[in-house]
Structures are given as C-alpha cells and as structure tokens.
C-alpha cells in the first residue's frame, strides 16, 4: 500500500515547513470532532494527515479522549499509526495524489475502529505548490467522494456546502468488509 510519493511527500514536508498556514488549521474542525466522538462513543481519535497537530493540541485543552496524530510528510508524525475509534481527515484528501487515492481511502478504511469524520474542498487552494500545481490536486465533486466512500463506510451524514466543501461521517463497515 503506497499512501504518497516520495517526491510528493518531500513537497508536502516542505509547504509545512514554510509554517505559514499550511496544516496549521485542523483545530477548526474541533467542535464537530467532538460532537462525532461522543455521539458515537469513541475512546481514541486520529488525526490522518494532521500537518502541524492543531487538532491534537486544541483537543487537549478540553477533552479526555486522546488524540493520536499521523502525517506522512510531518517527520513529528510520520510514524505509521495506530487503529482508533474515530478517524478524522480535514483538508487532507483533495491534497492527495490520485494515483494514490484507494490506498488512502483503504488506510483509512483499516483504521477506523468505529468512525470517519472527513472534511473535503471541492474548490482550488489559494495556495500554490513549487511544481507550479494548485495545492488541491483532487478537485472533484461531493458526490465523487460520497461514491468513493460509501464502498467502506456506512455513510450517516453527508453536508455539501456548494462552491467550498463537504463533510462526511459514516461508521465503519464490519471485519467482514475490510
């Protein structure tokens, strides 16, 4: 299973460590990892694709639950993660290389004990990277990514916000789907 190039990766590590907003804002998404967690009574939550750890950190502050974090392009965070109940992925997969794109979503699929909270732009970055390509190299529609879930998880809620985003939680299929 091969999640990112290495050439991608080296990129990605470097937009991070330019510490100018890139991976910098998953604390954004704390409210709604929270209400996910606890209506679905998780004990553990990762961070996929966490950038800076803002998630973590900012959870820290007023939940018990621990929070794990993983980002291949983040040496702080690149080591292969744990399973946990709930696995979040803000502002990650429109980052992804669609070359790549089903082992992530497998990898994803292979850690989440319980559920999924996915938050998706469907619009271009503001960013540029060094290669000249916009930073969200998977621009697609909400209902691309609702296909391309829906095969490994139950999805429970799915929020199109037009022209910007789009959030998904879906619990985790049985063993017998993984």
Not at 29 to 36: A, E, I, K, N, P
Not at 37 to 48: I, M, N, Q, T
Not at 60 to 86: G, H, I, M, N, Q
Not at 118 to 135: F, V, W
Request: proline share 4%.
């Amino acid at each position: 299973m091969i999640t990112i190039s290495k050439q991608y990766a080296d990129e990605n590590a470097y937009q991070h460590n330019l510490r100018n907003g890139y991976g910098e804002r998953g604390y954004k998404h704390l409210d709604d990892v929270l209400h996910v967690l606890r209506r679905e009574g998780c004990e553990s939550v990762l961070d996929y694709g966490c950038g800076q750890g803002t998630l973590a950190k900012y959870a820290k502050r007023v939940c018990e639950v621990p929070f794990a974090s993983y980002d291949p392009a983040v040496a702080e965070f690149a080591a292969d993660p744990a399973p946990a109940d709930l696995v979040v992925c803000t502002d990650v997969l429109e980052h992804v290389e669609p070359l790549h794109l089903n082992d992530v979503v497998k990898h994803l699929q292979a850690l989440a004990n319980k559920a999924i909270y996915l938050q998706i732009a469907t619009r271009p970055a503001k960013r540029i990277l060094s290669d000249g390509r916009n930073a969200h190299i998977l621009i697609r529609s909400p209902y691309f990514w609702f296909d391309t879930f829906r095969e490994y998880f139950d999805i429970t809620e799915f929020k199109v916000m037009p022209g910007h985003s789009l959030a998904i939680v879906g619990k985790a299929l049985g063993e017998a789907y993984k």
